[in-house]
Each structure stands twice: as structure tokens, then as C-alpha cells.
């Protein structure tokens, strides 16, 4: 069945360490790559996006995501966390075979740093 | 920075009761869109709507479910008839078209329902 698998399910990690968490999705053809995130208590808000060009895609606060057509992936990465990015993360996908814009997202990842 | 607003933060509800869950989108917005996510799962996609009818649903939004542009400015989720398996938290999105940047949905608080 067409998925978005997110492979971390609860990443436990102490500042300044890297960050990179897995997405990997089923769908072929043309997609669009979305990595949202949630802090507690908050809404989802956009990290970053990828619709096409350059796969490797700068988001907010550090944040990027490498997007590779050949392994259907678009890992999520920060090369020095800090406490204030404790929150879940979710990865999504907008197929290309829908034309209204659903997203399909991945089960989330929870993370959680140390101070 | 313009948002999604939602409300009720919190609904608690009877089963067999029928619930109406608010959205007010982002004003110039033309898409809209529901989502829900059971307490340790996915966030799913229920419905899409545009131009005052639903473009897609999916498996999960059956006769139960109705959305609706009452006027302007708000979207609304209703259940009929709650079961205990609708107690969820419940996310509207909107977005500016359905490709490419225009994609970019925009998610409110969320209204997250209890049904006893």
C-alpha cells in the first residue's frame, strides 16, 4: 500500500549533537515533500518543503532535508540540536496522482534533548 | 503571521451525540482541509474542499461526516452521530492552491474531541 514510513519512532539525543531522521515514502511519479513540526502545546508549522530543483532544501531554525529520488527518501537533518527543538516532527507527502493537495503524513517522530 | 483558528480547543461529547467542529481558515485562502489523529497514530487525511464542495475524501470520512462553508469565513467538520472511535484530535488546514508553493498548508490548533 502507498505510504510515508518515518523510521525513528522516539530519538533521545543531548545539545550539540547531529540530527538526521529518516523518511522514506511509496508513492511514484512526482511528489511534493513537506517536514512539519509540533511543539508541545502548538500547532503544526512548516519546517521546510521540496517541490522540485535543488534536493537539498534549507528550512528554519537550521533545519535541512535531503531529498533522494532513487531511495524515495527526504531525511530530515540538523548538524547541532539544541534543548528548544524538542517536539515531534512529521514528515508528509503530497502525491502527484492528487490534485487537491492531501497530504499523507508519516507516524511522527518524537524528539527529545537534553540539555 | 496570519493563522488557522479553531475552536473548541476541547469538545467532550456523548456517544450518539452530534458535534460541530470550527475552523476560520486563513482570509484569502481557497483550500481547506481536515485531518484527524487518533491518541498514538498517524495524522490522516479526512476531506479536501474547494470552491464550496469536497474535491477528495477519503476511506475514512463516510456518511457520518459533512463539511461546510457556512459563510465566509468559517469551515466546519460535523459528525452525526459520535462514535467512541471519533475521539481524536482534529487539525484544519488551508493553503493558497494545490501545487507546488501554493501547497503549503497552513494547520490550526487542533479541537481535540472525547467521546464518552
Known amino acids: 500500500a502507498q505510504s510515508v514510513s518515518q523510521h525513528n519512532h522516539h530519538v533521545i539525543l543531548s545539545e550539540a549533537a547531529s540530527l538526521e531522521l529518516g523518511c522514506n515514502y511509496s508513492?511514484?511519479?512526482?511528489?511534493?515533500l513537506f517536514w512539519y513540526v509540533q511543539y508541545p502545546g502548538q500547532h503544526l508549522q512548516l519546517l521546510l518543503k521540496?517541490?522540485?530543483?535543488?534536493?537539498l532544501v534549507k528550512g528554519i531554525k537550521g533545519f535541512e532535508a535531503e531529498f533522494i529520488k532513487s531511495k524515495f527518501s527526504f531525511n530530515l537533518r540538523k548538524p547541532s540540536v539544541q534543548w528548544s527543538d524538542t517536539a515531534e516532527y512529521f514528515c508528509a507527502v503530497n502525491p502527484g496522482s492528487s490534485n487537491t493537495g492531501k497530504l499523507i503524513f508519516g507516524q511522527g517522530t518524537t524528539l527529545q534533548v537534553k540539555p | 503571521e496570519p493563522e488557522v483558528t479553531q475552536t473548541p480547543s476541547h469538545q467532550v461529547t456523548q456517544m450518539g451525540q452530534e458535534v460541530i467542529l470550527r475552523c476560520v481558515p486563513i482570509s484569502n485562502h481557497l483550500y481547506f482541509y481536515w485531518y484527524r489523529q487518533i491518541l498514538g497514530q498517524k495524522v490522516e487525511f479526512l476531506v479536501s474542499?474547494?470552491?464550496?464542495?469536497?474535491?477528495?475524501k477519503s476511506e475514512i470520512f463516510d456518511d457520518q461526516f459533512s463539511v461546510e462553508r457556512p459563510d465566509g469565513s468559517n469551515f466546519t467538520l460535523k459528525i452525526r452521530s459520535t462514535k467512541l472511535e471519533d475521539s481524536a484530535m482534529y487539525f484544519c488546514?488551508?493553503?493558497?492552491?494545490?501545487?507546488?508553493?501554493?501547497?503549503?498548508?497552513?494547520f490550526g490548533a487542533g479541537t481535540r474531541l472525547s467521546v464518552l
Open positions: 474542499f474547494y470552491n464550496n464542495e469536497i474535491s477528495e
Open positions: 521540496y517541490f522540485s530543483g535543488d534536493p
Open positions: 488546514a488551508s493553503s493558497l492552491g494545490t501545487s507546488g508553493a501554493k501547497n503549503i498548508q497552513y
Open positions: 508513492y511514484g511519479g512526482t511528489v511534493n
